[in-house]
């Protein structure tokens, strides 16, 4: 079987593409490996780009395939302190991974004789070589940080360590008609209730996912969002129009543990089966614009912006730490845009 395996970066991921002949075999064998996804636009499906994947599709070169015994145990001693410290299972799993590519590269030198000089050259000769994103490098930066922090021999001057200069983005947004096509598209009501409570509250997928049947206050029309990114609880405001929609939801699911369950009773519904959701409505909607599930928080925010609500308010029901992150909805907001007359208008 001829197949051939690249790195790019996919919708701001850093993935890897497999391109194959069509084999159902096969197929179903990519299925079962963890956050597989097809891509009408590539063709192709594409998985992960993490040091194991790498090494299954022979894309790191023989000599830098694995850490040294050294780096092996040091990684172990800072997954080990990562999840004494609480930080959340998403964040040790890219960090480990993050820290197992860097003393891969280095897997011929001591751990206490790294210095600066090589954070600069694996940027270089890995991170760009590679085509890697500046979110992938940033992410390299943060676990490079923290892991020699913990170490107390070294010759790395942490606060020296220089960060990628990152790409400006906007975030992408929708009309309200988009939106309301999009809620409007599916007839079940889970699936349709999932996609309005994240556009209605501006919840990140794993906070929809996340959620409880107690996490739903009736009485004070409010939605209780725990342990959300960063390790923080806020509220959020929940509409008579989402809160009756909810009441018809758990009289026809009647959801036990987690307020959307999966196939399973007690098994929380999974992220691959949420984003099949999108696609669906989608598809039904006609819409062909590579919308993702964080589109429907961008657009939360960035039509409140526009109906006239305070940006402190909108930093508070996204959960922002700086209001720096929530400013950036000012830069796609048409609320003051639109209003300007071209001056191609006067000629």
């Keep these: 079987m001829k197949w051939e395996a690249k790195i790019i970066t996919h919708k701001k991921e850093s993935r890897i593409v497999v391109y194959f002949e069509r084999n159902p075999d096969l197929i179903t064998r990519f299925k079962l490996q963890e956050d597989a996804r097809w891509s009408v636009s590539l063709g192709a499906w594409h998985l992960p780009d993490t040091f194991e994947n790498r090494i299954k599709f022979n894309i790191i070169p023989v000599h830098i395939k694995r850490p040294s015994v050294e780096g092996y145990e040091q990684i172990e001693k800072f997954k080990y302190w990562l999840i004494s410290k609480r930080y959340s299972q998403?964040?040790?799993?890219?960090?480990?991974?993050a820290l197992k590519s860097f003393l891969t590269f280095f897997n011929e030198k001591s751990i206490c004789d790294i210095i600066n000089d090589d954070v600069i050259r694996y940027n270089n000769e890995y991170i760009k070589n590679n085509n890697l994103s500046a979110s992938y490098q940033?992410?390299?930066?943060?676990?490079?940080?923290l892991f020699f922090s913990t170490i107390r021999e070294t010759k790395i001057a942490i606060e020296k360590i220089h960060r990628p200069k990152r790409s400006k983005m906007l975030p992408n947004v929708l009309s309200k008609e988009?939106?309301?096509?999009?809620?409007?598209?599916?007839?079940n009501i889970k699936h349709k209730t999932m996609l309005c409570l994240i556009y209605s509250c501006g919840l990140r997928c794993g906070e929809l996912l996340a959620l409880k049947p107690v996490s739903i206050d009736?009485?004070?029309?409010?939605?209780?969002?725990?342990?959300a990114k960063g390790k923080k609880d806020r509220?959020?405001?929940?509409?008579?129009?989402?809160l009756e929609m909810l009441r018809i939801y758990y009289v026809?699911?009647?959801?036990?543990?987690w307020l959307f369950e999966g196939e399973f009773v007690g098994e929380p519904y999974s992220v691959k089966s949420l984003q099949s959701v999108l696609k669906q409505a989608l598809d039904k909607a006609k819409i062909t614009k590579p919308v993702t599930l964080h589109w429907l928080?961008?657009?939360?925010?960035?039509?409140?912006?526009?109906?006239?609500?305070?940006?402190?308010?909108?930093?508070?029901?996204?959960?922002?730490?700086?209001?720096?992150?929530?400013e950036i909805y000012t830069h796609v907001?048409?609320?003051?845009i639109q209003q300007i007359k071209s001056p191609f208008d006067d000629l």
């Design 90 to 97: 998403n964040t040790i799993k890219s960090y480990v991974e």
């Design 138 to 145: 940033n992410q390299i930066v943060n676990a490079i940080k």
């Design 178 to 187: 988009e939106v309301k096509d999009i809620l409007q598209a599916h007839k």
């Design 218 to 227: 009736s009485k004070r029309n409010l939605i209780l969002i725990k342990n």
């Design 235 to 242: 509220i959020a405001p929940l509409s008579p129009r989402i």
């Design 252 to 257: 026809a699911y009647k959801p036990k543990k």
């Design 297 to 326: 928080r961008h657009s939360y925010a960035t039509h409140l912006l526009e109906s006239g609500t305070d940006l402190r308010y909108i930093q508070e029901l996204l959960g922002h730490n700086s209001s720096r992150t929530t």
């Design 333 to 336: 907001s048409t609320r003051n």
